[in-house]
């Protein structure tokens, strides 16, 4: 998975690189991820996910199609 900015500012940088799990390995299944939710998980509708006033604070977390099924929080490093 890739990052890229909006604005061209930056050239992209990976976010993810995923391997494969022994289970897909087996089953011939690959480990594409499958989406990335970002969110503060604020119930108002000022903050309600996918406003912008939802960032502040938010969690971000990876999926996987296949394999092991691991759910991940990706963790700014500064």
Do not use: C
């Amino acid at each position: 998975m890739w990052a890229f900015a909006i604005d061209g500012s930056a050239p992209p940088r990976r976010l993810v690189a995923l391997g494969r799990d022994w289970s897909a390995i087996v089953k011939g299944e690959d480990n594409e991820p499958t989406g990335i939710h970002v969110s503060a998980g604020n119930p108002n509708t000022v903050s309600m996910p996918g406003t912008e006033a939802d960032l502040f604070n938010a969690r971000a977390f990876l999926t996987k199609q296949h394999g092991n099924n691991v759910i991940w929080e990706i963790v700014p490093v500064f």
